[in-house]
């Protein structure tokens, strides 16, 4: 079981925590992802914070939700109704969605030396030959779950292991993640307010209140330790 960290921007502002400490706590528990969730802050906003994330973060990276964004990550992760909404944006099936977030399909890209590169930026921070980005989609109940079987993801997300203050879990599953886990063909992320201790037998478990509130912790005591030295 790894550990999936949720760095999500409001819960970094509520406990005034800076991106490079989120991430050097997250290495420190060994986490293998960070998953950047940002519902309010402009694209531009969003854009810069994943290029200071990448500065401290060289393992795998997603992004929540936005398309636009995909091409400075490893992969991206939508809901269920982010998925509905693209299939009839494009009039195309599930699958084709996802197929077509895996190759990038659905970004504008052009060609340049025999490499794929995004189309009117400056300074894009990743050429693209054969890249297979990661998609991971939120699942709730046993339906969805099979449904997901059929699509060509890397993983899906399940849940709510418990109340979350973070966005809407008024499906709580609680203990039940473990007898739905097994229905699964792809590996399984459980989100929604779980610990870092959490045993939960699932690929993953995502975790991101929990990151936070040990990071300001341990800014918290390094910040009176700094004041003991300075009054000696």
């Known amino acids: ?103 990038g399909e659905l970004l504008e890209w052009k060609i340049e030396h025999g490499t794929w590169i995004i189309k009117n930026e400056k300074n894009f921070p990743l050429s693209v030959v054969n890249y297979k980005f990661i998609v991971g989609l939120s699942t709730h109940n046993k339906e969805e779950i099979l449904e997901a079987n059929k699509l060509p993801l890397s993983y899906i997300g399940l849940g709510a292991y418990r109340p979350t203050s973070t966005k809407d879990t008024s499906n709580i599953l609680g203990q039940k993640v473990i007898e739905l886990i097994k229905y699964s063909y792809h590996p399984v992320a459980v989100i929604g307010g779980v610990k870092i201790y959490d045993k939960i037998p699932s690929k993953f478990k995502v975790v991101g209140s929990d990151i936070c509130r040990l990071t300001s912790s341990r800014s918290k005591k390094r910040k009176i330790s700094k004041r003991k030295l300075k009054s000696l």
Not at 13 to 33: E, N, P, Q, R
Not at 50 to 64: A, F, G, P, Q, S
Not at 83 to 98: D, G, R, T
């Open 1 to 103: 079981m790894a550990l999936y960290a949720l760095l999500d921007f409001d819960t970094l502002k509520k406990y005034d925590i800076s991106i490079k400490d989120f991430c050097k706590t997250a290495k420190g528990l060994k986490a293998k992802i960070i998953q950047y969730r940002d519902k309010n802050s402009s694209l531009e906003e969003k854009k810069q914070r994943l290029l200071e994330i990448r500065k401290y973060w060289k393992k795998t990276l997603i992004i929540n939700d936005i398309i636009e964004l995909l091409p400075y990550c490893d992969g991206i992760h939508i809901g269920q109704e982010d998925l509905e909404n693209l299939s009839q944006k494009y009039n195309l099936s599930k699958y084709e969605i996802i197929e077509k977030l895996r190759t």
